[in-house]
């Protein structure tokens, strides 16, 4: 076990990690007791985020707030937001604080004591809570869903409790099921069929998206992806749900086809599904490996993000991490709307050349041609692009007789 003084957190080579009690962890501006239980350091960026949607809301609010935690742990999240979100003292704020384990609220208690805000301490079953906040009609404008595990239970009263525009930042840990290591779960939780991908990251976020689009439309309601990101082990989505559903957004539900013989990238709205085509197989061999229903539409606001990172700025590093700061550059820099991703070491193994082609000049290659090209924001070593395979390694065979 490594012991790190500064976090007083001792870190296991598992990825469990228990906390010592006689020690306070700093983050932010935040200082308190992790007490007994699970807490991961490595989690910052998914915090630093949470603080600055809070705070972006605080910003722009016309009216009275309620942000949710709903499984506080030592309440880190609730106390980030009441000392570094709430930056329009003439809105009135709540923080609902909630964990389900009674035996933690005291340790709450203590690290949240003195906020100058109102907060609510509860020790409920999430779904429970959720349930009464909409029976009592106690909507929230934020909740932060912060779950082991899959979700997927908790999103239909997540989006019935929250206010019109409000904003669900839900993460999910579940990573087998997406990603198409377990096919069976993928049905039973999201209703779809998970194939595995060499964009695996992003195939999960989507396939994650399009449950809880789905969710949102059988209320009437829209859904609006802020970022989504993954860092392979918990997979994360900020979304804005409308009052409506947006006329359009019925055709960024789809598929998404891969032939693993030859690598051809296939996209269908389920809207206009039809037949699929011959890939690139020579021999006719080939065979679509679908996965989906998925959202096919764009995974992030960039002039949203675009406005975190200039608050990010603003903050410094003591509030919110470099690690943090450069996520949100690469989210902003790739809106995603494209979801045909390749690797390039994939690239290069089709093409037998000893290395990937560099991505950066491979992104400029593209664009010359006229296709979109990015380098992916959600998967390092990857770019997006509407090219299909034969242009695109025709581009990558280019690149490498000029010797770029």
Known sequence: MLWTPHSAVWTAAGGTLLTSTDHHYREGLAELSLGPGFFRPESRPARDLSVLLARYQSIHAMRSLRWLDLMAGCGIRALRWGLEALVNPSIETVLWINDGDPDRLPLIQANVQG?????????????????????ERHWFDFIDLDAFGA???????????????????LASTDGRSP??????????????????????????????????????WMLGRGLEPLFSFSEGRTFRLALRLRRQIPAGDEQKLGLVARCERC???????????????????????????????????ALQEAPLLQQLIADAQQLG?????????????????????????????????RLGIGGPPALGQLVQALQAEGYCGSASGVMPGQVRTDAELPQLLQICTSLRVEGI
């Open 317 to 349: 590093r003591q509030q919110i991490s470099p690690s943090t700061l450069r996520l949100l550059q690469r989210l902003q820099a790739d809106p995603g709307a494209c979801p045909t991703v390749w690797s390039t070491d994939e690239l290069a193994r």
């Open 151 to 169: 979700p997927g239970g908790l999103i239909q009263p997540a989006l019935q409790a929250l206010r019109f525009d409000g904003l669900l930042f």
């Open 179 to 216: 990603t198409g290591h377990d096919r069976v779960g993928a049905i039973r939780s999201l209703g779809a069929a998970a194939r595995a991908h060499p964009s695996s990251w992003e195939m999960a976020l989507r396939q994650q998206i399009g449950l809880v689009a789905r969710q949102a």
């Open 263 to 297: 690598g051809a990238q296939r996209v269908q709205p389920l809207l206009k599904l039809s037949g699929w085509p011959a890939c690139h197989c020579t021999d006719g061999q080939g065979r679509w490996s679908i996965s989906g229903p998925l959202w096919i539409g």
């Open 115 to 135: 906020l100058g805000c109102a907060t609510r301490l509860t020790a409920d079953a999430a779904d429970r809570l959720l349930h009464r906040a909409i029976v």
